[in-house]
């Protein structure tokens, strides 16, 4: 309903986060009419308000994906490619998150976007890769329109955000990466026949085991991830990761992320990078 009236009535929605609805496997994003929104909003300063005042869109990929992107704050763009799970919602509840995303929404509009197969994003998607999700990116841009735009890639998204610029050059003004990495697990010189039994196997008890009530097979990967988090943000980072993608596409999404290499990109990367 949702994507069939948005921009085409004269009234706005908020978002209700996601809802666990009757006979139905995955939870749905729920939209409230917001019929005197003026009145409603909270002060522009508070961090719940940005989060309040986000706009979350939906768009197709060229191979029929539906994806979801929000714009967020005021200011010039700045847009975020999709890292090591999202969702466009519970991003903002989560300790390790929501500070950043204030801080990139202070003085920007903030475009992100949950990549297929994870977040309000389709889950059902039929590849995941490198080369799909920079055309996600690519999607996600246009639809929003966007012309020229600083992306900044954080995580695996380091590498979405490279491959991107090297194709876009035109369309990106700055590169910004932070804890990124060229090729993935299995790809490293460094990675021994002992260690890729290891991943290997990661991806084995993630199918098992990531949507139990345990947070034992999600915890492997946030302590990987985050090593010196606290166990309220572990805590949490657990339960988003449980509601942001199903047990498969998990397993899928690791081991896709593990076969990155983006060696021969590196030398072609001809934007400001920092």
Known sequence: VFDQIDGKIDLSFR??????????????????????????????????SVKFQQQIRYCRSEDAVRLAYSLAGTGPPLVKSANWINHLELDWELPVYRHLLAGLTKDHTLMRYDARGNGLSDWD????????????????????????????????????????????????????????????????????????????????????GWNSDDPTFRQMMTSQLMPTATKEQAQAFNEMQRKSLSAENAARHYETVCNFDIRELLPRVSVPTL
């Open 15 to 48: 978002s209700l986060g996601t809802q666990s609805l009757k006979n139905i496997a995955r939870p749905i994003e729920a939209y409230a009419i917001e019929l005197n929104k003026e009145d409603r909003l909270p002060p522009a300063d508070n961090l719940s």
């Open 125 to 208: 998607s039929s590849e995941l890769s490198l080369d799909a999700w920079v055309n996600d990116l690519e999607t996600v841009v246009n639809a929003a329109g966007l012309d020229r735009f600083p992306l900044f890639g954080f995580s695996q998204g380091c590498a979405v955000s490279i491959a991107y610029a090297v194709r876009n050059p035109h369309r990106v003004s700055r590169l910004i990466l932070f804890g990124g990495f060229a090729t993935g697990r299995y790809k490293r010189a460094s990675t021994t026949p002992a260690d890729l039994d290891r991943f290997r196997a990661i991806a084995t008890l993630m199918r098992f």
